[in-house]
């Protein structure tokens, strides 16, 4: 039977899908205009919490799972605060972490206020919708597990980036603060 949660899984495994193929498009003309990726090798553990995550929603909750329509209320709104992000960071967004020493810092959008807006969506998302599924299992072992490839993540991000904003790696202030 297909449910709440299968019909969600499908629509955001099509929504990251689009994004991929724009974050794809992104990065490879930032390599060609002398970007340089930093920090793939965790990028496979990214793909397999998500990746796991849309699959235990697809095949794990059960289709008549009860929904919480105000928690999923939250993440639409978190949906469209990812898609100011990444209008935001225009021709900069990518999945990866692409570094260009002449290029601007984006300081527009949510980056007037949050360093890492993309992070605190799928930070909240993950947990969000496994609990507007009733599904607080998942919401806590995703989001953890999301967290914990975020923590790494950002590190590496910060300190790339730390020469733009001419503060040392080591001094720079907590990734998610304003």
């Not at 899908?17 to 990028?43: D, K």
């Not at 799928?122 to 609990?131: F, T």
Request: overall charge positive; proline content about 9%.
């Amino acid at each position: 039977m297909i449910g709440a949660p299968q019909l969600l899984a499908l629509w955001l495994a099509l929504q990251r899908g689009a994004e991929l193929l724009l974050a794809r498009r992104n990065t490879r003309r930032l390599l060609a205009q002398g970007g340089r990726e930093v920090g793939s090798r965790h990028y496979p553990a990214i793909v397999a919490v998500h990746a796991g995550w849309l699959l235990c929603l697809a095949f794990l909750v059960p289709a008549d799972a009860p929904v919480l329509w105000p928690l999923l209320a939250v993440f639409f709104a978190l949906q469209a605060a990812r898609i100011w992000v990444i209008a935001s960071l225009g021709p900069f967004w990518t999945t990866r972490i692409i570094t260009m020493p002449d290029a601007p810092l984006v300081r527009r959008g949510p980056f007037r206020w949050v360093r890492h807006p993309n992070y605190l969506v799928v930070a909240l998302e993950i947990p969000v919708l496994s609990l507007a599924l009733d599904q607080a299992g998942l919401a806590a072992l995703f989001g953890i597990a999301n967290l914990l490839v975020l923590r790494h993540r950002i590190r590496i991000e910060d300190a790339a980036l730390a020469p733009r904003r001419n503060v040392p790696a080591t001094e720079q202030p907590p990734a998610m603060a304003p």
